[in-house]
């Protein structure tokens, strides 16, 4: 179950907080929607509970707050509007990196596409998907993990009546298989079909916490819409006959011909405008929404009133007595029946009476039944990855769901979830290469990058060499004096900085809610692969260099030069220092641009003061220092590997060298710190 005791936002410029002492319970078994209207702080209460946002106050999930969770997505599945993710990645491909962040078998993104019904849009981008799509995909990244509780913010907006009715179901079955839902909404007649709890929201403030029973009583109440153009003489017909017969009837007048009558039938209503001679154009069932937040403007003034409801009818908890005719649901001849899924749905069979008086009484709505609540609710349920219970053929009533429909209605069956999954337990949920991996190679822009970077360095070595300025081993690399960096350095930068792209644009697309980022297994799984990245581009750069001169001017230039291997050790430690600059700096300022922006400043900026520095005035310099470290402790290694050490030492050393390495420990520091610091907090 899930507690909330608190909540507050911080307080915004001369404005109270958007959500102010906000406490309350969503029990297992149990599906609670948060009702309030746009503004009422419905989404910042979720982000509040899932410590998306800063504030104060407290949230816990079966008795424990979401950062002191190991696997916090086995626990929690979320959804928060669009289902975030790079557009061009594939459904399939988006779910399986997923899998790989949440600890979980791979095949687990084939089976929620299939309890979802995507497994013929598997291959589609996420960019191309429609509204309903989009909604079931979010819904299946919410299933991928096996969370034992689901919080979705507005899952059904925009979507067709059809498409509402599959996702109440799955919510309904993840319930009754002992989850908790919760889900947030702006139509209160919504809340009343899929909740058995309603928490109302108004001004970041609760104003109601009722079951779906009272819910229903207190604030929806059947009304007659009647549209005729002598609104005014059926309104005191109707009245004058409701204080003839005693009768409680409300008539509320709305423009010049729309009628809202309270306390009567269609029958009723069409016999009194037969038998007075009053043409009517419409006459209709509707339930009309009596709470507060439902479009904040002014409830139409009664033209004429008899007999008011009884006050326990109109006002509870939250009755204000306010009629909202505009957020009505217009279907003539509504017939409010609960499902399997423990849904109130309103089936409209229009009908307009004549005013011959031919229509006949239609049932009026009723209150969903209060959920059954016994002492087992209250038990602990199990861990989220032990298998859920298979329900009969016929299952019983499960606690706290509703009672199944009478047998005059037919019985549908809820929507079959994802079978349960068992993952053995390790240190961290976390495939972090896997993960990685999948992600980068997800998506075309990794590949595009280093197209346009072998073009582009090929091009530039062709001009530098047909100018005959450049050095043979700027040649190679394309890298004229005039700019601070290759092309393949900025390349490899540019795919660093987009390393962390993913989860700091679309903090919900990691499975631990934003805290995937901070994680030092995921940095170390990114340095390795954009330090592979980096590799892979600065060999293919100087091969098809070589291979495009060799072809123009001959093998004049394509020589190998006597000190390859602290020329090859510099250019390769060039370009995987600018990768691992792009990763750092982007998780550090969580933006791209930022990461990009601190490549291109290590060569303007850094080297300066770098070479500022060792060109200053000192009393005693380094020089030397490869020989003297090559005599101290190298003299013995085998296969010359002193070599390659004082290859990178001669690197070191160099300004360029000497900055980046400097830019690369500043960058990781300022990493470690800010990872510590919101652990602490």
């Given at each position: 179950m899930i507690q909330a005791f608190g909540l507050t936002s911080n307080p915004r410029k001369d404005l109270p907080p958007a959500v102010?002492?906000?406490?309350?319970?969503?029990?297992?078994?149990?599906?609670?929607?948060?009702?309030?209207?746009?503004?009422?702080?419905?989404t910042t209460v979720l982000r509040l509970m899932l410590e998306l946002q800063q504030g104060r106050g407290l949230t816990h999930f079966r008795g424990r707050p979401l950062h002191r969770i190991a696997h916090?997505?086995?626990?929690?599945?979320?959804?928060?509007?669009?289902?975030?993710?790079?557009?061009?990645?594939?459904?399939?491909?988006?779910?399986?990196?997923?899998?790989?962040?949440?600890?979980?078998p791979v095949r687990r993104a084939d089976e929620v596409l299939e309890a979802v019904g995507l497994v013929s849009l598997r291959e589609e981008r996420l960019g191309t998907l429609s509204r309903g799509m989009d909604r079931r995909l979010g819904l299946a990244c919410a299933l991928l993990a096996d969370p034992h509780t689901l919080v979705l913010d507005d899952p059904a907006v925009g979507l067709s009546a059809g498409e509402s009715r599959w996702l109440h179901g799955m919510l309904r079955a993840h319930a009754v298989h002992g989850g908790t839902v919760l889900v947030s909404t702006a139509d209160p007649k919504e809340a009343a079909r899929i909740a058995d709890r309603v928490v109302t929201l108004d001004g970041g403030r609760i104003v109601a916490d009722q079951a779906a029973a009272d819910f229903a009583r207190t604030r929806l109440r059947p009304r007659v819409v009647v549209r005729t153009p002598h609104a005014a003489r059926l309104a005191a017909v109707l009245a004058k006959e409701a204080r003839?017969?005693?009768?409680?009837?409300?008539?509320?007048?709305?423009?010049?011909?729309?009628?809202?009558?309270?306390?009567?039938?269609?029958?009723?209503?069409?016999?009194?405008?037969?038998?007075?001679?009053?043409?009517?154009?419409?006459?209709?069932?509707?339930?009309?929404?009596?709470?507060?937040?439902?479009?904040?403007?002014?409830?139409?003034?009664?033209?004429?009133?008899?007999?008011?409801?009884?006050?326990?009818?109109?006002?509870?908890?939250?009755?204000?007595?306010?009629?909202?005719?505009?957020?009505?649901?217009?279907?003539?001849?509504?017939?409010?029946?609960?499902d399997a899924g423990s849904e109130i749905q309103t089936r409209a069979g229009a009908s307009q009476h004549s005013v011959s008086g031919s229509a006949q009484p239609s049932a009026a709505p009723s209150a969903p039944p209060e959920p059954t609540r016994s002492g087992a609710e209250s038990a602990q349920p199990a861990p989220p990855s032990s298998p859920r219970p298979t329900p009969p053929a016929t299952p019983p009533h499960p606690t706290g769901s509703r009672p199944s429909p009478p047998p005059s209605h037919p019985t549908e069956p809820l929507p079959d979830l994802p079978p349960p999954i068992s993952v053995r337990p390790a240190p961290s949920p976390l495939r972090p290469l896997r993960y990685e991996l999948r992600r980068a190679t997800g998506v075309g822009i990794g590949f595009?990058?280093?197209?346009?970077?072998?073009?582009?360095?090929?091009?530039?070595?062709?001009?530098?060499?047909?100018?005959?300025?450049?050095?043979?081993?700027?040649?190679?690399?394309?890298?004229?004096?005039?700019?601070?960096?290759?092309?393949?350095?900025?390349?490899?930068?540019?795919?660093?900085?987009?390393?962390?792209?993913?989860?700091f644009r679309h903090p919900a697309l990691a499975a631990d809610r934003g805290t995937v980022p901070r994680r030092l297994g995921l940095l170390a799984a990114k340095l390795l692969v954009s330090a592979v990245t980096g590799l892979v581009l600065a060999v293919l750069t100087v091969g098809c260099d070589a291979e495009v001169l060799y072809l123009l001017y001959g093998r004049e230039l394509v020589t190998v030069p006597v000190d390859w291997l602290s020329l090859g050790v510099s250019w390769i430690g060039l370009v995987i220092g600018c990768a691992w600059a792009g990763v750092l700096a982007a998780g550090v300022f969580r933006s791209t641009a930022g990461g990009l922006a601190v490549v291109v400043a290590v060569p303007v900026i850094v080297v300066p003061l770098v070479q500022k520095f060792l060109e200053g005035p000192s009393v005693r310099s380094a020089a030397g220092f490869?020989?003297?470290?090559?005599?101290?402790?190298?003299?013995?290694?085998?296969?010359?590997?002193?070599?390659?050490?004082?290859?990178?030492?001669?690197?070191?050393?160099?300004?360029?060298?000497s900055a980046l390495t400097l830019s690369l420990a500043t960058l990781l520091c300022a990493y470690v710190l800010t990872t510590l610091r919101r652990r602490v907090r």
């Open positions: 102010d002492d906000v406490s309350f319970d969503a029990r297992a078994g149990h599906v609670t929607a948060l009702l309030g209207a746009t503004g009422a702080g419905k916090p997505s086995r626990e929690v599945g979320v959804l928060l509007g669009d289902v975030p993710g790079h557009p061009g990645r594939t459904v399939r491909g988006h779910l399986r990196m997923l899998c790989a962040a949440a600890g979980v003839t017969g005693q009768r409680s009837v409300e008539v509320v007048r709305e423009g010049g011909n729309r009628l809202y009558v309270y306390g009567s039938t269609c029958a009723d209503v069409g016999d009194t405008a037969f038998r007075n001679g009053i043409l009517v154009h419409q006459l209709a069932d509707e339930v009309g929404d009596m709470g507060p937040g439902a479009d904040g403007s002014t409830p139409p003034v009664p033209d004429a009133v008899e007999g008011r409801l009884p006050a326990g009818s109109a006002d509870g908890p939250e009755g204000t007595g306010r009629l909202d005719p505009s957020t009505a649901l217009t279907e003539a001849g509504a017939d409010v029946e609960a595009l990058t280093g197209a346009v970077v072998l073009v582009v360095s090929a091009l530039a070595a062709v001009l530098l060499a047909r100018f005959g300025h450049t050095p043979q081993a700027r040649l190679l690399a394309a890298w004229p004096r005039e700019l601070p960096l290759p092309p393949a350095a900025l390349g490899a930068g540019l795919l660093g900085a987009l390393a962390f792209g993913d989860e490869p020989l003297r470290l090559r005599e101290v402790l190298l003299s013995q290694w085998p296969l010359g590997g002193e070599r390659y050490v004082s290859a990178v030492a001669r690197v070191v050393g160099q300004p360029v060298g």
